[in-house]
């Protein structure tokens, strides 16, 4: 006899995932995959800038339309990646279900519906450059008395020592 090892306990997903399915239908999700995996499906830079609201089917049923919610400034960007989007949604449901994208536009503030709040693109890593570059850098920023100056300084100018080392490799 088998015996539970989760004293009464469900998983999150388990729990919500009816939910989850009736506020996707809701809004024409036929796959809710598409709205929970919305960044693994179009790659996190994409995901960063937009994410789909709804999909609507057309009187003959040839295709839906997806809608994108994106910020203004974002909106000719996606508008030049509108097929790529369109190819990588159909992947998730695995067939061409989506045959239009419509993209809208909202400011970063608004109704409550339509309120773009995207999640920023995460800062690069700080590269640590070479040690011979580091100690060039504290060289050139040595002569300056004041700790935090000198440390800008020193970030400055291994910056610009490891640019012009780059540049120099043809990159």
């Not at 809608?67 to 400034?73: N, W």
Request: hydrophobic residues 35%.
């Amino acid at each position: 006899m088998r015996r539970t090892t989760t004293k009464g306990f469900k998983r999150t997903s388990s729990l919500l995932r009816d939910r989850i399915r009736q506020a996707g239908e809701s809004r024409g999700f036929a796959v809710t995959r598409v709205l929970t995996h919305w960044a693994e499906i179009v790659g996190q830079d994409i995901a960063a800038i937009c994410k789909p609201v709804d999909v609507k089917y057309g009187r003959q049923g040839f295709g839906a339309t997806l809608t994108i919610l994106t910020t203004g400034a974002q909106a000719p960007m996606l508008e030049m990646q509108k097929e790529t989007l369109r190819s990588r949604v159909n992947a998730a449901y695995g067939y061409n279900a989506i045959a239009r994208l419509r993209i809208t536009q909202t400011a970063a503030t608004g109704f409550a519906e339509g309120q773009a709040q995207f999640a920023p693109k995460p800062k690069p890593q700080e590269n640590n450059p070479d040690p011979e570059i580091r100690a060039e850098a504290a060289q050139v920023a040595a002569p300056v008395a004041d700790d935090t100056l000198r440390q800008a300084l020193e970030r400055l100018a291994g910056n610009v020592l490891s640019k012009q080392k780059t540049d120099k490799k043809g990159f």
